[in-house]
Each structure stands twice: as structure tokens, then as C-alpha cells.
């Protein structure tokens, strides 16, 4: 990466870190995500600006500061594997690429995955493994994971995921609360789920079956 980029890099993560309090693990993952390449080409001016902006399928990729959030949220210092619900464009993804040794990120939307895995090879990223499926099914294949992370909104958390949850393992995700949504963090203790409801956000919600 050229001096310039990683400059405009730098001032990217400095602006998320004066809304949100990051661990400097997760300033320098912001800091080395060249987050224009997960835009559509149209909006790449847009790129490092703290917004959200649309993408194919009438998806979005999610503003800046709320993927901050959610990583924060994650508490990823210490985990090893991270399962996300919700590729999207790639970017949180290749965010928690930098973070944890695995990336497990499930896509129901075909278009949006391969491009998203276009991605990861352009950046050279060979942490994340991805599969086309209904993200509601998890990947039991690989279970249990130190931590899950849902990218789209749900009203509840299908017991077959929470099954997947590590003990000990923390879950994120946007909780449909009537016209609300809440980012919403779960700890599993044994056979305990204890939830903790963090703030307000906006994403699109989880669909079923694959596109």
C-alpha cells in the first residue's frame, strides 16, 4: 500500500476512533481495510466518509462507526475463530480478518459473495472461509466458534446457532425490538445466555433461503 493510502487510512480510523472507543488491535484493522474497494465503483468518493452506502441486491454496506460497534462489542481479543451471519460486501469481514486467526462468513445472496470473495483475493486475505447458505443455519461444521456476529437484523436468535456458540463464546447481533433495532450482545455460560442490550442501529433484515 502507497504512503498516501495509508495516510487517508490513518485519518479514516482516527475519525471512527473520536466516535467510538477502539482497542488498538481494531484501530489498526480500520487503519489497513482499504474500505473503497468493498463500494461499488460509483460511490468510492465516498468511500472513507462515516456513512452507509448501497451495494447490489438492495443490500448495504454498513456505516463505518456501526462496524466499529459491532467488532468493539465482539470483544475479539482472545478468541480464535469468528462466525458471521451476513457477508454482505465483505467488509466487516475482512475487518475481523485482522483480528482473529479464522473468519467463517456465510452469504445467502450468490452475487454478493463471489464478489466478496474477489475481494479478499485482490487483498490477498486467506483467513476467510466462505459459504452460500441461509446464515440461520450456521456452520456446524466448524463449531463452536469463540464468538458469532450477525450482519443483517432478526427478532430471535435461532437456538441452532446459539448451539454453536462456544461456552464462554460472546454473540452480536441487531435485535428487532418492535419499530427499533438494538445492537444486542449474548455471553454463553453453560446452558446460560445472558443478554445485554447495547444501543440502537439499522440493518437490513435476515432473510430465509439462498438467491
Known amino acids: 500500500m502507497d504512503k498516501a493510502k495509508q495516510i487517508k487510512l490513518q485519518r479514516f480510523a482516527d475519525e471512527i476512533a473520536t ?20 463500494v461499488p465503483q460509483g ?12 451495494i447490489k441486491a438492495n443490500q448495504w454496506i454498513s456505516s463505518p462507526i456501526t462496524v466499529a460497534k459491532m467488532t468493539v462489542y465482539l470483544e475479539p ?20 480478518s485482522k483480528l482473529f486467526r479464522r473468519v467463517f462468513t456465510i452469504e445467502r445472496i450468490e452475487a454478493l459473495l463471489k464478489e466478496a470473495k474477489e475481494r479478499f483475493r485482490a487483498l490477498e486475505i486467506d483467513n476467510i472461509h466462505t459459504r452460500l447458505d441461509d446464515g440461520q443455519r450456521g456452520w456446524r461444521q466448524y463449531a463452536p466458534f469463540d464468538r458469532i456476529l450477525f ?42 445466555i445472558t443478554e445485554i442490550p447495547k444501543e440502537s442501529c439499522l440493518f437490513v433484515p435476515v432473510k430465509n433461503g439462498i438467491e
Request: a negative charge.
Open 77 to 96: 481479543e482472545g478468541a480464535d475463530n469468528v462466525l458471521e451471519i451476513g457477508c454482505g460486501s465483505g467488509y466487516q469481514a475482512a475487518i475481523l
Open 151 to 192: 450482519s443483517a437484523s432478526t427478532k430471535k436468535i435461532p437456538d441452532t446457532i446459539f448451539s454453536q456458540l462456544a461456552d464462554g463464546g460472546i454473540l452480536v447481533a441487531p435485535i428487532e425490538k418492535g419499530n427499533e433495532q438494538i445492537i444486542t450482545q449474548f455471553i454463553k455460560r453453560g446452558t446460560d
Open 43 to 54: 460511490f468510492r468518493h465516498w468511500a472513507y466518509k462515516l456513512d452507509a452506502l448501497p
Open 19 to 38: 466516535e467510538v472507543d477502539l482497542t488498538l488491535d481494531i484501530y489498526k484493522a480500520f487503519s489497513s481495510v482499504e474500505r473503497e474497494i468493498f
